[in-house]
């Protein structure tokens, strides 16, 4: 996508990013440039597993959030820790990851959404893609 493009340009300068758990990746190799975080959360769910990552990013509140109570609380950043944000990654159920453990992210970036943090309007959205969804900041 061409951000020097007028229409796709945030009102204030402020966007969000979005990346869908398909999206990332673990790491491997030395030409990955990855995100570098910590695992938060594992969710099994049989040929896949969820990892909950926390990254270094300040946190937006999504509006269809729908992960469970519990959930959120524990991955809720603490009253102390407001800058990191919890990223999904889709990986195989053989991933070797552990809760605690520190995990590179390599991401697709030719999937990452942009969202305007004023308007919540996606600046990325393309044919038939369903994530002109709005943030909440």
């Known amino acids: 996508t061409d951000l020097d493009d007028a229409s796709l340009r945030p009102q204030r300068g402020e966007v969000a990013v979005g990346i869908r758990p398909e999206h990332l990746t673990l790491a491997e190799g030395p ?11 594992i969710e099994e769910l049989g040929a896949d597993l969820l990892a909950h990552v926390r990254i270094d990013a300040v946190p937006v509140q999504i509006v269809d959030t729908v992960a469970g109570e519990a959930a959120r609380e524990e991955l809720a950043p603490s009253a102390v820790d407001r800058d990191s944000a919890v990223i999904i990654a889709r990986l195989g159920a053989e991933a070797d990851v552990a809760k605690g453990q520190t995990v590179d992210l390599d991401v697709d ?23 002109a969804g709005g943030v909440e900041s």
């Open 109 to 131: 970036v030719g999937r990452i959404h942009l969202f305007d943090l004023v308007t919540t309007e996606s600046l990325t959205a393309r044919p038939g893609d369903d994530a």
């Open 31 to 41: 030409f990955s440039s990855p995100l570098k975080g910590t695992v938060a959360l």
